[in-house]
Every structure is written in C-alpha cells, then in structure tokens.
C-alpha cells in the first residue's frame, strides 16, 4: 500500500520527495522524470477547471485563474473519473478564498457554471404537449402535481448572475446591471436556454419540483409576491418544456 | 445490394478508426466511409442524458465503436470503484461495443481520482492484483476486455520481470486480449532504452485485438537523455508509422486507433493519419502464420 499511497502525495505536493524505488532506467533517482506524472495530473485538472469555468476564467484572467485553480486542484483532486462534474466545491473554496473577497459574485457564477454543466449532461425527457393542461377541468387545476424536467436549474443570488455570464461569453452583451438575479436553466432538447425570473417564480417552481400540488405553489409563491400571476407562471412551464409528468 | 450496410455493425473491422470529438461530427457525418470506426473514451458517455449521449446513439447506427475506459484504475492498491464500474456495465450494455478496453495504470487512492495513467511496479503481487480486477471487470460487463500497454517514464526498482513477461502473464491468467499501443511501445522503449523493434518481436501478438497510434512531444531528464511524452497532441512521427509496419508484419491487419486528444486538429487532418493507417494496413496479407 505504501507505494501508490507515497506516489500520490508527491504528485500532488511539489515539495514532495520523489518515491522511494522510483528510478531511471539506470536505476539513477528517477528527477525530472517522476514530474512528467506530476505535470499531467495537475495540467489536466487544470483544464478541465478551464472548461467549467470560463467565466471565472474571463472575469479573473487566464494567469490569475490558474493559479487559483492550482490551489483547488491540489486542495480538491477529483473524487470520481467523471471529469464533467470536478468543480463541485469550487464555488465554496471561492467564498473562502480572501483574497478575492472584493469580487464578491464569483462564488455565484461559478454556482451559475456548475449548474449549466449539469443541466447539459441531466437526463432527457420528453415534455407533455403544450395542451395537456387545457383538457383538465378546471376544478381539479389546482390539485395537480408535477414531474418537472431533470434539467432544471435554478440559481438565486443577490448578484446579475446571468448578465454576468451573458456579458462574458455572448458577444455585444451589455453591462450587468446592479441588481440581484436568480437564473432559470432549462434545457428543451440539447441546447440550454437561461433566463433571469423573479424570485416568486423560483419559488413557485422549487415548490412544484418538491412535488407540492399546484395550489401550495401558488400559495408559497403569493407569500413572496402578492401580484404573482399563475397563469403566467403556467404558461412557463408549459413554453420551457418544463412539465414532463401530470399527476391527477 | 447499395443497401448492404448493416444497422448498428458491431464487429470492429481491420480499418483505421478515430477518437471521436464532438467537434469532428459533422466532417465524419459528411464522409463517412474515411473511417471504419469510432473510439469513445468511456467517461465522456456517464453522464445522464443530453446532446453528447445523442450524438453517440446517433454515431453508433452507423459505426461499429470501440468502448476505451480511462478511470477504472485496474492497477490500484484500493479495490476497484464499484459504482463507477456499474456504470461502465451500463454503458457498455447500451453502446455494445465491438472492442472493449483499459489501461494498465491505477489512477484512484485514497478515493482520490488523479487523472493520469500512472505505472506500476512489474511484480508478482502487481500480477495477483491486476488479473483480480480484470476478473471483476469481465465478469461485471460480461465480455472480454482489452489490456492495453503503457508508456512509462520511470522505472520501480521492485520489478522482477519485463513489461512483456507481465503483460502477458495477466492476458493467460485473466483470458483478457491485449491493446498494443505502437506509439507506447516507442515511447517506453526510448525513455527505458531498450529497441522498441525487439519489444514488438517478443510481444504476444497473437492476444492483440487492437493497434494504438499517436503523437507525442520530445523533452530531456536531469541527465540529457531523451525523455519522450505520451500527449496525444501531434501527428503520428514517422519512425512510429515504421514501427506500426513492423508490426503488422508480424501480427497481421488489426483494427488501428488514430488517438489525438490535445491541441484537436481539423478533421481533416485527422482524417489523413486514418487514410495514412488505412492504406498500411490494406497492403498486409489478411491471414498471417499463428
């Protein structure tokens, strides 16, 4: 066990010896050659980091970003091969990381990233059409329940979470406005649509996602907005594909 | 018959195939027939759902594919990872691969996933435990997996037997194929110093289902010597095209790998290196002796 336990610490420590019995060909310290493995381990971390995070990336710099991930890598190795989903702690390191406490967003967006990762890779479904609510009689409307498509991501946070990602990957956005968003991700087949909604559509559809009937929705959404329209809150559902199960 | 082509072909024919990258769809799409496969690295296809589990359903109708996983650490100390190999059941019983195959290499400790195909020593016990988890994996996935060898930078003093002698043992005990990688062969073989041709002449060519090519980069170690990068970065060099003849020569056509993983290039140019494997391997005779 002491073998793989002593090449794993030193991979990811640079003050790291190498491991013992670890050689040249010559049987010669094996040097340079043992940083090759610490070199790719840490490298490829570092760009799948790159690939989940480009907006941190943009908002940061490319140097400041590797660095910082650099930190995490090595505080944070992966706990599964499934490299799609590394990252998951970054937004938590982010908030504890003091040095960038002056741009207090990024925990947000980094939580906004992870959160369009796992929309893209979530589960397909196909959604009910968008008359299937039309054929309910009324009276049993607000009784329903719903299977919610697995895609669905929401994002509250007291910062422009999605200006600042439109602002940072879509070209001739404009400015992130000062105000707090809560992002709603969904994913009608492959391609993710993200938009800001207002906190009582959040909660609306947080409470129709924990499988609450259509009327308590509406009950813990009016709490947060008196004005909350349901109809258009239907109608949202049923424009974003979001419904992929009636339960009468 | 124009319509002679089969639904969902599964056998792995003795062409040139490519690791698919999504970005590479539409020219495979458009010329179908510059390849005779597909390789997936296994990782890429667990997630639940969505567009690159689509584009491989779609792919897999028309190409026969090859299933290579990269993170089951077959030659890890710890016990081998039992949600990620159910999930790599699960792939595998859906994708039905032609090939199925995995590293020699551990890549998890401590519940850690380091992500690098890291080596191991060339000893008995290192036999004992990589036979033991190859015979978890086929038993689990239910079909033969291919061993494939790696490219080493360092050595282990413990090592009381050549990668050739391991390698070949593990394939009796565990009744698994072997992948050989034409361009580890001459990495390792540079950076250890022994001939890459003399490694080609002694490996057990009759167990190999599989031919790898890739690129690699040039560096130097602490004393001067060449210290070469398995980075699947560039083309194919030309002395590893000799050595991949060479080996044809002695094993006979088999179904060959173009692996370019890093700095993805254009279709194709990818696609020339297939075309480059492909016309190799039409000019071996189909049946050789053994």
């Known amino acids: 066990m002491a073998v793989q336990s002593q090449f794993a610490q030193a991979l990811l420590d640079p003050a790291h010896p190498v491991p013992d019995g670890v050689v040249d060909p010559s049987g010669r310290p094996a040097g340079k050659r043992f940083n090759v493995y610490r070199n790719n381990v840490v490298v490829s971390l570092l760009d799948a980091m790159e690939t989940a995070f480009p ?13 910082l991930a650099g930190l995490y890598v090595r505080q944070h190795p992966p706990k599964s091969p499934l490299l799609m ?13 003091t040095p960038l406490a002056h741009v207090p967003y990024l925990a947000d967006v980094a939580r906004l990233e992870l959160a369009r990762r796992s929309a893209y890779h979530a589960a397909d479904a196909t959604p009910v059409p968008a ?13 329903l329940r719903f299977t919610l498509a697995p895609a669905l991501q929401i994002v509250p946070s007291p910062y422009p979470v999605v200006a600042l990602w439109d602002y940072n990957m879509t070209p001739d956005a404009p400015q992130p406005p000062a105000e707090a968003q809560t992002a709603l991700i969904t994913r009608p087949a492959f391609d993710l649509h993200m938009q800001v909604i207002p906190p009582a559509v959040a909660a609306f559809l947080g409470a129709l996602r924990q499988g609450n009937p259509l009327d308590t929705a509406f009950d813990t959404a009016s709490a947060l907005d008196g004005a909350f329209d349901l109809t258009a809150g239907i109608v949202l559902l049923l424009q974003s594909e979001l419904i992929v199960e009636i339960h009468l | 018959m124009l319509d002679a082509q089969p639904k969902r072909p599964e056998k792995v024919p003795n062409r040139a195939g490519v690791g698919f990258k999504a970005q590479h769809l539409d020219g495979i799409l458009k010329d179908p027939d510059s390849i005779g496969w597909i390789e997936i690295h296994a990782e890429n296809y667990m997630g639940d759902g969505g567009r690159p589990i689509a584009q491989l359903r779609h792919l897999r109708e028309q190409f026969p594919v090859s299933c290579h996983g990269v993170g089951l650490s077959i030659g890890a100390e710890v016990p081998l990872d039992r949600d990620h190999l159910a999930r790599l059941k699960k792939l595998v019983n859906w994708l039905e691969p032609g090939l199925f195959s995995e590293h020699l290499a551990w890549s998890t400790h401590d519940s850690h996933f380091l992500n690098d195909l890291l080596p191991v020593p060339y000893t008995h016990a290192t036999v004992d435990r990589v036979v033991a988890h190859i015979n978890q994996v086929q038993d689990t996935v239910g079909r033969q997996m291919l061993l494939e060898n790696p490219s080493t930078y360092i050595a282990f003093e413990e090592s009381d037997r050549s990668e050739i002698d391991f390698l070949r043992e593990v394939s009796e005990r565990s009744g698994c194929g072997l992948l050989l990688d034409v361009n580890n062969v001459f990495v390792s073989a540079t950076n250890q110093n022994y001939s890459p041709q003399a490694y080609i002449d002694a490996f057990p ?9 890739g690129g690699h980069e040039q560096d130097a170690d602490d004393f001067g010597a060449t210290l070469l990068i398995d980075s699947h970065s560039r083309p194919v060099v030309d002395p590893v095209w000799a050595l991949y003849e060479y080996t044809l020569a002695k094993a006979g056509p088999c179904p060959t790998l173009i692996e370019w993983d890093n700095d993805i290039p254009e279709w194709d140019v990818l696609a020339r290196e297939a075309a480059r494997a492909d016309q190799l391997l039409s000019a071996v005779p189909a049946a050789q002796a053994s």
């Open chain 1, 55 to 67: 907006v941190i990336r943009k908002l940061i710099g490319t140097e400041n970003f590797r660095n």
């Open chain 1, 85 to 97: 989903f590394y990252g998951t702690d970054f937004p938590a390191f982010l908030d504890g990381f």
């Open chain 1, 131 to 143: 008359d299937a609510l039309s054929q309910i009689a009324p009276a049993r409307l607000m009784h």
């Open chain 2, 205 to 213: 060519t009759e167990r190999v289902g599989e031919l790898h090519l």
